[in-house]
Nanobody
Framework: QVQLVESGGGLVQAGGSLRLSCAASGRTFNGYNMGWFRQAPGKEREFVSR????????FYTDSVKGRFTISRDHAKNTVYLQMNRLKPEDTAVYYC???????????????WGQGTQVTVSS
């Protein structure tokens, strides 16, 4: 089992920044690929970004490229999502997830956090 706890969400004005954290515990975290997803009201959960187990490979959905940066700290068992130049359409509940597979599909991820709310005002 891998337990994931997100933090760092909040209310921010458009153009501002937030850094989300996802703290992991349980089984060997370092062997898992990690992803960030988000779900806005009335919409399906969508992929945002992922990072592989080593931290050397990352991938982003087009809408966040150049604005968001994913990273991980193996010593702290934590994954981060730095979000800059936030837009109102980034408003959603953000979830981190862990997978032994490498991909962007939600069903590939075995473990999920409880989510953290990000609200961007215009």
């Amino acid at each position: 089992q891998v337990q994931l706890v997100e933090s760092g969400g909040g209310l921010v004005q458009a153009g501002g920044s937030l850094r989300l954290s996802c703290a992991a515990s349980g089984r060997t975290f370092n062997g898992y690929n990690m992803g960030w997803f988000r779900q806005a009201p009335g919409k399906e959960r969508e992929f945002v970004s992922r990072i592989n187990w080593s931290g050397y490979s990352t991938f982003y959905t087009d809408s966040v490229k150049g604005r968001f940066t994913i990273s991980r700290d193996h010593a702290k068992n934590t994954v981060y999502l730095q979000m800059n130049r936030l837009k109102p359409e980034d408003t959603a509940v953000y979830y981190c997830a862990a997978s032994l597979e490498w991909g962007s599909v939600t069903s590939m991820y075995n473990y999920w956090g409880q989510g953290t709310q990000v609200t961007v005002s215009s």
